[in-house]
């Protein structure tokens, strides 16, 4: 049966943050007395992530086919959901706080991005994000979607974001790696889809392990993709 909400994480080997993840995820459905699912979107985790969820009463969702763009399209559309929140599960969002994101999505708002930039009213706290992403990659790359498409997002590339399902089918999404984040921005701003954006605040990630983002390669993939 549908739901009114579910939080959706895409997950390879989160084993050190996904309990918490999923624990703050809980507090914003008691919060707000949501009707609403966990999923996990595992894309192959040999840490043991996917009895971690399990064992935190979400539900996973095993996804062979490997990419971030691959986990997330399989974990929305086994959802049940009429809107979808997603974020990556290495606690670098704060799942606890998602009041703006269900708000405007409850207005009728087809995509709801979550702005990590002073810019946007974010907040990026020490350590949280590489000097070469906050000075170069992400603000060139959000330049450059706002010129092509029309856009009024300002951080094009942050993780944590709500759509409904409809909006979501209508996007059509195709890619398969990191990429998929953008193109889910461009598609909904060439459909003139209503968007909002809320002011979030960026922390330093709890993995002890290098993250899966590789700048320059996954950097080059969006912008030949643009």
């Known amino acids: 049966p549908e739901v009114e909400f579910s939080i959706v994480m895409p997950c390879l080997n989160e084993a050190e943050t996904l309990a918490v993840c999923i624990e703050k995820a809980r507090k914003s459905i008691a919060q707000f007395g949501l009707d609403a699912e966990i999923v996990i979107a595992d894309n192959g985790s040999t ?47 704060d ?3 998602l009041g703006p994101f269900i708000q405007k999505l409850r207005a009728g708002y087809d ?27 992400n603000p060139v790359l959000s330049f450059i979607g706002k010129l092509f498409f029309r856009s009024p997002v300002t951080d094009f590339h942050c993780g944590l974001r709500g759509f409904s399902r409809d909006a979501f089918l209508r996007m059509n999404l195709q890619t398969t790696g990191m990429e998929f984040a953008s193109e889910m921005v461009m598609a909904a701003s060439l459909s003139r889809m209503r968007i909002a954006e809320v002011p979030i605040t960026l922390y330093k990630d709890g993995r002890s392990r290098a993250p899966h983002l590789r700048s320059w390669r996954d950097g080059w993939r969006h912008l030949r993709f643009m």
């Open 47 to 93: 840490d043991g992530s996917q009895q971690i969820a399990a064992d935190n009463d979400a539900r996973v969702v095993a996804v062979e086919d490997k990419g971030y763009g691959c986990a997330l399209y399989a974990g929305i559309s086994a959802a049940r959901g009429r809107y979808i929140i997603m974020g990556d599960a290495d606690d670098s969002y």
């Open 95 to 97: 799942f606890a706080d």
């Open 111 to 137: 995509l709801v991005m979550g702005c990590r930039f002073p810019s946007g009213g974010g907040r990026i706290m020490p350590g949280a994000m590489p000097l070469k992403h906050r000075f170069l990659g």
